[in-house]
């Protein structure tokens, strides 16, 4: 009870009771200091809940804490100070000291509270009681500053009203603090003003109540303290309100400035997202930690989910990717993955598999994303549906697939026959029927050069266009161009000549079939357009690290107006002269494409009415020449016979007439089953076979073939309009077929193809090295020249040396990366026996060996009919 009674005034008051006034001014001081703090709370709290970040959110209710916490203790001492005693006061400053941290800590337990989105009314409730406790006991230890002078005693009923007030007041501050959060930012703003004017009420009723439950009596016994452990009250005023204000605006400043920072901040995120949603692609990011970050609109459809902050492990669970061959993509080779690691993802196409049974095809691009110091700051994919785009080529190509097919059919058969009676070969015909018979003939030529030229265009833009690069001696291929194309510039009374006629080689590396199309355009166009009795001019020389093939005309020239667009698809002159020429307005277009793939340029100049001359330049190269490949003499027909397998009667009569005409023996089959039964019965030098039967599949039958002992080493020349088709779809099975040839047939390629047929000889077959480590492909390269070579292997370079000096080889395919050396290293050593070398390796020749090697290839880039081809073709 004792000291019950030494802190509270039970008795009545004593007669010596200090009476004291207040200063008005200050009063209204502490009040307004008061609803400034207030007003600081509540903006630090909406800083608080609004920061994600948990480190920044650590600063802010440090200094948050600091700054409300200084502030309430401010306006307690500024109302102490408003208390005029009729003796002078000073205040103990470790008692004041103390009472500030209180403050500061009861702001901080305030703004804890307050941080959490996820709360409950007991954890409200509870923490109002603990922060209106907290200020009350800041409140009295700065009373038991002042009693150098006095001994206070309290009277209960107030003492007790006046914690009542601090829980009340700091219960109502939280839920206002919570309410003022909500809602549009203008009432946002008008709830915080009203709240703070509220909040200073309530703080100045718990502190005035405080104060008047306050009795003072002089303290006899008390001793002027030190002048450095005590402050001067008349300072304390003027310092505690300068020191508060200048705190209240760094705060107000810093939360003012960050806020608007945070606004500018999602205003650009709103922005960002806004663009993102409305892209057609899909979009994924996630940070460094590997944490989803962004899933756009996009995205979200096929997955049917909008959560983020998921870890990237997770993406498995909404979708999964697939290779084009359906095998699985591993979660390390997760494009995204990818991208976080610093790999660039760019046209991956991948087939998407999602969680609700969609199937799309897409390709994908992504990267990582480092900022301006080079700190990773995450990764991104950009996702491309072109699951409608390949469906849409996919119709496009089965469009032009089977007009081309039900268009060139027949016009082959037309153009055959027309031929024939053209070439005087049924007979000669009166002059006005030779005519017509011209005109149809010219007309067939023009649809169906205008049928290959736009299904050249397809495949040039599907990117489809293949191209079968040898080194060959260009002078050659220009003389064979201009030979054939000289019976052509007989009808318009124009002559070619090759000026000058050197004999210097120019080796390039070029598709031959593919120049020799530039070349007949080139030419074609030359003396279509040249005036009558004027010679075309074609000069083939070298032009520093290039040759420069230019065939000039004099002629009608190309106006300056139509310059700018002749390499343009559909491109042709406006005047009545140059459209009476015919020709697609193709030519050109495809011709400079070509020249191009072949790392050439194609260029031209012309005066009006005057000389024209369009070039080409093609690199040269060092490598050594691989023979171009002659038709052998018609004569080799001579007893040699030939099985046709065609379904159009028309075109097989055609061709049974031309070959019959080379001297050849020819027998004709309608359906697969007519040939199985002629091959029981005869045998023959070649099947020229078309894939498409109506009893089974040409490829199908093909392999049937080659199944059969008898007919395993049948050579066969695949005539057809899916030729190329057909061969990308035996996918190697048949890589044993001689030539695959597109109908309209060229007779001279036929021919060629026919002559350069070799009769298989199992007891003389040429003898191969393969120097390769990898069991694999030893065992792919055995079994593909199982039927034209007898293969050795060496496993390494020892071995290789070894087997070079006790055996002759007729061929040695070489891998450069072996277990113990490079390939490069025996090179010197088989150039000594003067066996051919094929370098066959996943890395490019050093050109620097080139001159040890006939032929290089790379195996990614090389099908097993390349390498069969090439290697047949050293041998």
């Not at 802010?60 to 006061?89: D, E």
């Not at 909040?199 to 100045?204: D, P, Q, S």
């Not at 995205?299 to 084009?324: D, E, G, H, R, W």
């Amino acid at each position: 009870m004792s000291s019950f009674s030494e802190w509270f005034q039970t008795a009545p008051i004593p007669v010596d009771a200090l009476i004291g006034r207040y200063d008005l001014k200050l009063v209204a001081l502490s009040y307004v200091i008061a609803v400034i703090a207030s007003y600081v709370a509540l903006n630090l709290v909406g800083r608080l809940r609004s920061e994600r970040s948990s480190h920044i959110r650590l600063y802010w209710l440090a200094g948050g804490a600091f700054a409300m916490g200084s502030g309430i203790w401010a306006m307690h001492f500024v109302g102490m100070l408003a208390f005029i005693m009729p003796m002078p006061m000073e205040y103990d400053v470790s008692w004041t000291a103390a009472s500030l941290i209180v403050a500061v800590l009861a702001s901080a337990l305030a703004l804890f509270i307050l941080q959490k989105k996820d709360y409950s009314m007991l954890h409200l409730a509870l923490g109002g009681l603990i922060v209106g406790l907290a200020i009350s006991t800041m409140h009295y230890m700065g009373m038991e500053g002042m009693k150098f002078h006095v001994n206070i005693h309290y009277l209960p009923g107030l003492f007790f009203l006046s914690i009542a007030i601090g829980i009340a007041a700091a219960e109502t501050a939280i839920w206002l603090a919570l309410q003022s959060n909500y809602g549009s930012r203008k009432k946002q703003f008008n709830l915080k003003i009203i709240s703070s004017f509220l909040m200073g009420l309530a703080i100045c009723g718990m502190h005035y109540t405080g104060m008047a439950a306050a009795v003072f009596t002089p303290n006899l016994s008390h001793v002027m303290a030190a002048e450095n452990s005590t402050i001067e009250p008349r300072y304390l005023a003027y310092f505690i309100t300068g020191i508060s204000l200048f705190i209240f605006i760094i705060a107000l400043t810093a939360s003012g400035y960050y806020k608007k920072m945070i606004l500018a901040i999602e205003n650009e995120k709103e922005f960002l997202n806004a663009m993102l949603d409305n892209l057609e692609d899909g979009i994924i990011a996630c940070n460094a930690a590997g944490r989803i970050t962004v899933l756009n609109h996009t995205i979200q459809k096929y997955i049917n989910s909008n959560k983020i902050n998921k870890n990237i492990n997770n993406i498995s669970n909404y979708f999964s990717l697939f290779t084009l061959n359906n095998n699985p993509i591993s979660p390390d080779e997760f494009p995204l993955k990818r991208a976080l690691r610093g790999e660039l993802v760019r046209g991956v196409e991948l087939i998407m598999h999602t969680k609700n049974d969609g199937v799309r095809h897409v390709v994908i691009d992504g990267q990582k994303i480092i900022n301006s110091e080079k700190s990773n700051l995450g990764a991104v994919i950009v996702i491309h549906d072109v699951t409608d785009l390949k469906q849409t080529e996919r119709l496009k190509d089965e469009f032009v697939s089977t007009v081309s097919h039900e268009l060139r059919t027949p016009l082959t058969s037309i153009r055959g026959s027309l031929g024939l009676l053209v070439s005087g070969i049924m007979g000669v015909f009166p002059e006005k029927a030779k005519k017509l018979l011209d005109i149809a003939n010219n007309n067939c030529e023009r649809l169906l050069l205008l049928i290959n030229d736009i299904l050249d265009i397809e495949k040039i833009e599907a990117g489809k266009m293949d191209f079968e690069l040898k080194v060959i001696e260009l002078n050659q291929i220009v003389k064979e161009s201009i030979d054939v194309n000289k019976m052509y510039a007989e009808k318009f009374n124009v002559t070619i000549e090759l000026t000058p006629n050197n004999n210097e080689e120019y080796l390039v590396s070029v598709d031959s079939s593919r120049l020799m199309q530039v070349l007949a355009n080139l030419l074609s166009n030359a003396c279509k357009f040249s005036y009558e009795n004027e010679k075309v001019s074609v000069t083939v020389k070298q032009v520093g690290s290039s040759v420069r093939v230019s065939i000039s005309n004099r002629g009608v020239g190309i106006s300056p107006e139509f310059k700018s667009r002749i390499f343009q698809k559909f491109s042709q002159g406006d005047s009545s002269t140059t459209r009476g020429k015919g020709g697609t307005g193709l030519g050109l277009n495809i011709s400079k494409t070509i020249i191009e793939k072949l790392g050439g340029v194609l260029h031209f100049e012309s005066e009006h009415n005057d000389l024209t001359t369009f070039y080409f330049d093609l690199p040269l190269v060092q490598q050594p020449l691989i023979s171009h490949e002659e038709s052998k003499p018609l004569t080799e027909g001579m007893s040699k016979r030939l099985l046709i397998c065609e379904d159009d009667s028309d075109q097989a009569n055609y061709l049974k007439l031309l070959l019959e005409s080379a001297d050849f023996i020819v027998d004709v089959a309608i359906t697969a089953a007519e040939v199985r039964k002629l091959l029981e019965h005869h045998e023959y030098h070649a099947l020229l076979l078309d894939l498409i039967l109506p009893d089974q599949d040409g490829i199908s039958f093909i392999r049937e073939l080659r199944a059969n002992q008898k007919t395993m080493y049948l050579p066969i020349i695949v005539l057809s309009v899916i030729a190329q088709a057909g061969k990308e779809l035996s996918n190697g099975d048949a890589v044993s077929i001689v030539d695959w040839l597109d109908k309209p047939i060229d007779f001279n390629k036929l021919l060629t193809a026919i002559n350069k047929i070799q009769k298989h000889d199992s007891q003389d077959l040429p003898h191969i090295l393969h120097v390769e480590d990898n069991k694999d492909t030893q065992e792919i390269v055995e079994a593909l020249l199982e039927k034209y070579a007898k293969v050795t292997t060496a496993n390494n370079l020892k071995e290789a040396k070894e087997m070079l000096k006790k055996d002759k080889y007729n061929l040695v395919i070489l891998d450069l990366l072996l277990p113990d050396g490079n390939g490069l290293e025996i090179l010197p050593m088989i150039s000594k026996y003067h066996a051919p070398v094929l370098v066959f390796s996943d890395t490019n020749l050093n050109q620097d060996y080139s001159k040890f090697v006939s032929q290089a290839l790379l195996k990614s880039n090389s099908s097993n009919e390349i390498l069969l081809d090439t290697i047949k073709k050293l041998l």
